[in-house]
């Protein structure tokens, strides 16, 4: 399996425009995490999914944030309009679902500028 | 709410063994020890987990007091390439499988 996969690795944007990363999980897995991870704040949770369902959304910042997962191959995180301050790394990780305390692996993640 | 408590920053000679302490006081019957790194600017990599047995693998060693209130993660050879962040983090097997990243410890190994 090639990993979760994230695209793009890198995006700069301007102010007001709308910003779209996506997210390809490992095949078979459950559970879908998306963060945040800036030098103030550390590896924020923002968002995760189990069997494509949003299970807890409390890390979103606003509502300029939502995420989908539509199938279990794939999720975007969505942050509309984009401002400065959402300039971060955005990670997601995926991990399978079983009784055994399953371990999570992270994409390479998204580099953010918002400029 | 922070789960669980780790120094900082610590330093280790290389070839030496890095001994990563972690407090737990309040981890529930169901929940797991999971040790993560973060190597510069790459995205975090699992390397261990444990409910209340001692634990080996390739990479590292986990070891869990009998009261499952701290654990330490062992590294037995410390190499100038484990110089990363690590993060404790306690996680339920079911019913709230969320894994929340604490401040970590900053590990640099020294020449």
């Known amino acids: 399996d090639a990993g979760v996969i994230q695209s793009p690795r890198h995006e700069v944007t301007e102010m007001g425009q709308e910003v779209t990363l996506r997210c390809k999980p490992i095949?078979?897995?459950?559970?879908l995490f998306w963060y945040r991870q800036t030098m103030m704040r550390g590896l924020e949770l923002l968002i995760y999914f189990n069997n494509n369902v949003p299970i807890d959304d409390s890390g979103m910042p606003e509502d300029r944030f939502s995420a989908k997962m539509p199938n279990a191959s794939f999720s975007t995180l969505k942050i509309q309009p984009s401002e400065p301050r959402d300039s971060a790394v955005y990670f997601c990780a995926s991990s399978p679902s079983t009784g055994s305390g399953p371990e999570a692996f992270f994409g390479q993640g998204t580099r953010l500028t918002v400029v | 709410d922070a789960k669980t408590t780790q120094p900082p920053s610590m330093d280790c000679a290389e070839g030496r063994a890095a001994n990563l302490p972690c407090n737990h006081s309040?981890?529930?019957?169901?929940?797991?020890v999971y040790w993560y790194r973060q190597i510069h600017s790459q995205g975090p990599q699992y390397i261990i987990h444990g409910l209340k047995n001692n634990e080996t693998n390739e990479m590292a060693s986990l070891i869990i007091t009998e009261d499952r209130k701290s654990s330490t993660l062992i590294l037995p050879h410390a190499t100038l390439r484990d110089t990363a962040v690590y993060y404790c983090?306690?996680?339920?097997?079911?019913?709230?499988?969320?894994?929340?990243f604490g401040t970590g410890t900053r590990l640099t190994i020294i020449p």
């Open positions: 983090i306690v996680r339920a097997n079911f019913g709230n499988e969320k894994l929340t």
């Open positions: 309040t981890i529930s019957g169901n929940e797991y």
């Open positions: 095949s078979g897995h459950d559970y």
